[in-house]
Nanobody, 122 residues
């Protein structure tokens, strides 16, 4: 059974950098055909895809977040990390780590972390 667990600070001050870690158990993040994404949900709004890192370490970002987002991995710890720079109160959201299964014709999200609440406030 694959499990994803997000961790990080619950409160961040404006202009600071938010750093979140996703610890994956039950499967290696380097396993072929699995991508690892960060998705967030601001209060009262829908889900927002922020970016993805593949099993080979390549990354892709939403144009909306690309200028201030970085997703990396530590294969020795089986962890995915999100960094979001220059946060504002609009970055207040629940942040999810999610696994994406890729197939030739597309793919789907199959495992989600429980999510971690991040509040940006002074």
């Amino acid at each position: 059974q694959v499990q994803l667990q997000e961790s990080g600070p619950g409160l961040v001050k404006p202009s600071q950098t938010l750093s979140l870690t996703c610890t994956v158990s039950g499967g290696a993040i380097t396993t072929n055909d699995y991508y690892w994404s960060w998705i967030r949900q601001p209060p009262g709004k829908g889900l927002e895809w922020m970016g993805t890192i593949t099993y080979s370490g390549s990354s892709d970002y939403s144009p909306r977040f690309k200028s201030r987002t970085s997703i990396s991995r530590d294969t020795s710890k089986n962890q995915i990390t999100l960094q979001l720079n220059s946060v504002t109160p609009e970055d207040t959201a629940v942040y999810y780590c999610v696994r994406y299964v890729t197939i030739v014709a597309g793919g789907w999200y199959d495992y989600w972390g429980q999510g971690t609440q991040v509040t940006v406030s002074s």
